[in-house]
């Protein structure tokens, strides 16, 4: 099985330095006669940068959102005005739930810049995922409701959720990462991984009874202290994880050791970068 991921937006600059970096993620995979649009960074350039790229965003017919973050899902109402394609939208059931962050003194709105009404509204075919393993094409997996068993990878403090009249912690219960069956193992794509990328990961394998071979996308280790990056380090290493496409909100610290660690098995995967498989 042939197909290829393609960065179209990430918080770095690659060696094209005519893409337009910010802070936020979106993934164009491309396979056979589908195209899968994996989060749409904060702003909506992806757009312009796919059209650089010679990507045509008309005919993806599949979109899936990561989480209720704004550099996650914030270009999402651009993509709806300029793409013409009926694509089907994928986003769990408990991401329009608004979403703060909390600097000991005031709360700070990071959620979405749309709410159901507008999917409804603009007649989006949609799924609002519930299932722990859902198939969305053949040998194409996304999973959500992750089980939390590393100790180390702890709820962020930071994050919470408009519960009434309060606000309550954050745990992340609408984080979905894709999955792609290949013969030398997964493919696995990551929004920000904030229920813990250890915790996704050996969800992942538990339900599917499959090696892990390449992750891309964000790990969010931005914040974390020197025990977690080496807990996370190892159990990567034990996965025996062959390429790591690690960016986005892992933070400077956790990348320089992750390329420390793995060497040229890790690579730092900014604006423009383009992976190929072809088994």
């Known amino acids: ?119 409804s509204e603009n007649n989006i075919e949609s799924h609002y995922v519930t299932e722990d393993i859902l198939e969305v094409h053949k040998g194409i997996y996304i999973i959500s409701n992750f089980e939390r068993v590393t100790p180390y990878e702890k709820t962020n403090p930071r994050f919470y959720l408009e519960n009434g009249d309060e606000h309550i912690l954050d745990h992340f219960n609408d984080e979905i990462m894709l999955a792609i069956d290949t013969e030398e193992g997964l493919v696995v794509i990551l929004g920000c991984s904030h229920p813990g990328v250890i915790n996704m990961l050996k969800t992942l394998i538990k339900r599917t009874g499959k090696k892990i071979n390449t992750i891309i996308g964000g790990t969010h280790l931005v914040r974390a202290d020197e025990d977690r990056i080496n807990e996370t380090i190892n159990a990567f290493k034990s996965m025996d994880i062959k390429k790591l496409g690690i960016s986005h909100c892992t933070g400077e610290n956790a990348m320089n050791q992750l390329h420390q660690a793995f060497g040229d098995k890790y690579f730092h995967n900014t604006t423009g970068t383009v992976l190929y498989f072809d088994k």
């Open 1 to 119: 099985m042939k197909f290829t991921i393609t960065t179209l937006i990430e918080n770095s600059k690659g060696e094209h330095l005519g893409l337009i970096n910010e802070h936020g993620i979106s993934f164009l995979i491309e396979m056979d006669n589908k195209k899968i649009l994996f989060d749409t960074g904060q702003s909506g350039d992806f757009i312009k940068n796919a059209a650089t790229l010679g990507k045509d965003l008309n005919d993806i017919d599949t979109v899936i959102l990561s989480h209720g973050h704004y550099d996650h899902t914030g270009g999402f109402r651009k993509l709806v005005e300029n793409v013409t394609s009926d694509f089907r939208l994928y986003v769990h059931n408990n991401a329009f739930i608004k979403k703060y962050s909390y600097d000991n003194t005031h709360y700070k709105f990071l959620g979405n810049s749309f709410t159901k009404d507008f999917i």
